[in-house]
């Protein structure tokens, strides 16, 4: 399994081309509110940017937190969103420790999945996936669930 990674954020100059494709390619939005990575300033224009992203946790205090299982621990880290099930009742949210989901009163909930889409649009290679082992059958399956 893979999980995006931020190791280049110096680069950065927050032209949020990554949360644009994760908005539209992943979230079917257009919108970078909508996406599951999101980029801010550190601080100020001269400080720099970083990027807000699920950090793959192994447990993930999101899905332990969900009620009703729309959020499931994903092999290697991270979480599954099986949003038709989800109540949009905010646990997920409140048990993040890292605050990467992000919760639209009028929409799902947005977090990053891990599925690398954004990371060809970023023009400065701050973004890459990293692979945390676990490449088997029942891992391919699942990456390819995450994906749809």
């Not at 300033?41 to 400080?47: A, F, P, W």
């Not at 447990?59 to 969103?81: D, E, K, L, M, W």
């Not at 989800?86 to 420790?97: D, N, Q, S, T, V």
Request: some cysteine; charged content about 20%.
């Amino acid at each position: 399994m893979k999980i995006l990674t931020t190791p280049r954020m110096e680069r950065c100059i927050g032209c949020h081309s990554c949360s644009l494709a994760c908005a539209r390619l992943v979230h079917q939005m257009l919108s970078w509110d909508m996406a599951g990575i999101r980029i801010a300033s550190s601080g100020g224009l001269s400080t720099g940017f970083e990027a807000r992203t699920c950090l793959a946790c192994n447990p993930a205090p999101c899905a332990a937190a969900c009620p009703t299982g729309a959020y499931s621990q994903r092999r290697g880290g991270g979480v599954i969103v099986r949003k038709n099930i989800c109540i949009r009742c905010g646990e997920c949210a409140r048990a993040c420790p890292v605050d990467a989901i992000y919760l639209d009163p009028a929409s799902d909930p947005f977090v990053c999945l891990h599925c690398g889409k954004c990371v060809p649009y970023c023009p400065h290679d701050c973004l890459e996936m990293k692979d945390v082992g676990g490449g088997g059958p029942a891992a391919k399956a699942e990456a390819a669930e995450v994906a749809s």
